[in-house]
């Protein structure tokens, strides 16, 4: 895994990370470095920074090859994870998609269709 290709991420976004939040990421990023399999509970008040991190790690899976899912609780939080993913990856071509429970059956199958593709891919949904 290319921590760089990370840095490269944290360093574009138009704020820097706490202390916190760094050390949440480090301790991700050393879980998806070893062998073991990763089951982290992040943790905070609203507005505490648990969607960045969430993102920096997905970022890290994706540009690794691999798929990520980032799963909230409602089509609101969904589409502004959504809609926040798209302007955060966009300079660095990452492919997101939306799958919640108001997406077109055609969409749907469309979007199940590439999650069965070989590839990275970011789908956010309820």
Do not use: W
């Not at 050390?23 to 969607?51: A, E």
């Amino acid at each position: 895994m290319d921590k760089k290709l990370v840095m490269d991420f944290i360093n574009t976004l138009p704020f820097e990370l706490t202390e916190d939040q760094t050390k949440c990421v480090d301790k991700i990023y050393d879980d998806l470095m070893s062998s073991n399999r990763m089951n982290r509970l992040v943790q905070g008040d609203v507005g505490s920074g648990k969607t960045i991190v969430a993102f920096i790690a997905i970022y890290n899976v994706y540009t690794n090859g691999y798929k990520a899912a980032f799963m909230v609780p409602t089509e609101i939080l969904a589409n502004q994870h959504f809609e926040e993913g798209k302007k955060l990856l966009k300079r660095f071509g990452v492919e997101i998609e939306l799958l919640t429970g108001s997406t077109s059956l055609k969409e749907k199958r469309r979007i199940k269709e590439r999650i069965k593709e070989d590839g990275p891919l970011i789908v956010i949904g309820t």
